[in-house]
């Protein structure tokens, strides 16, 4: 292509001629990259542990902007959450121990170094997202013992918290005791 376009005299036509190389270049590199190779196990897994990071960093930030009185930041996230009144949230956010917000903190981390390892494919980014998910139930079911929480969150809210955690963690139970970690999976295909 480059040797083609030093052998167009006129600069639009130059310029046509770029563009469509740019065009079958891309169009090409698209072909080379199939579905089956984009959607596999491991970048499943990643989109997952990356839903994880995002909704508990969402709910330890508009929690502590509550607690903080920061109405402004809290209100405005708030309208991403179906239902969400600022004045009914105020009492769950009081009502959290100082400890909860470590321990949501830590998910969050925690959920960020399996990430890390993920993308690494180290071995040990499947115990830690087991560990980082078992926290992150622990601080809802206990955030499910607060009184305020239920005034604070609507019942379709809770269902889908539910949900996802059951879904999550029959994935994980099934991945385990299959015998077939998304990281052995991997280790078992690098050595053929």
């Not at 199939?34 to 959607?39: E, N, W």
């Not at 139930?137 to 955690?165: D, E, M, N, T, V």
Request: positive net charge; charged residues 15%.
């Amino acid at each position: 292509m480059r040797t083609e376009a030093q052998h167009i005299g006129d600069d639009r036509e130059a310029l046509g001629w770029a563009l469509g190389s740019v065009r079958v270049g891309l169009t090409e590199r698209l072909r080379m990259l199939r579905t089956h190779k984009v959607l596999t196990i491991h970048s499943l897994a990643v989109s997952w542990i990356v839903m994880f990071i995002v909704s508990s960093a969402f709910n330890v930030i508009i929690a502590l902007a509550t607690r903080l009185r920061f109405h402004g930041m809290a209100s405005a996230m708030g309208r991403l959450i179906e239902g969400f009144h600022y004045d009914r949230y105020v009492p769950l956010a009081d009502a959290m121990p100082m400890e909860l917000f470590v321990l949501m903190g830590l998910v969050v981390i925690l959920f960020s170094v399996s990430l890390s390892l993920s993308l690494k494919r180290h071995s040990a980014a499947f115990a830690v997202f087991c560990g980082a998910v078992g926290l992150s139930l622990c601080a809802w079911l206990y955030l499910l013992g607060i009184p305020a929480y239920g005034q604070a969150i609507s019942p379709q809210h809770r269902w889908r918290i539910g949900a996802c955690f059951i879904l999550t963690t029959g994935v994980l139970s099934a991945l385990r005791f299959c015998g077939s970690t998304p990281n052995s999976s991997m280790q078992r295909l690098g050595r053929r």
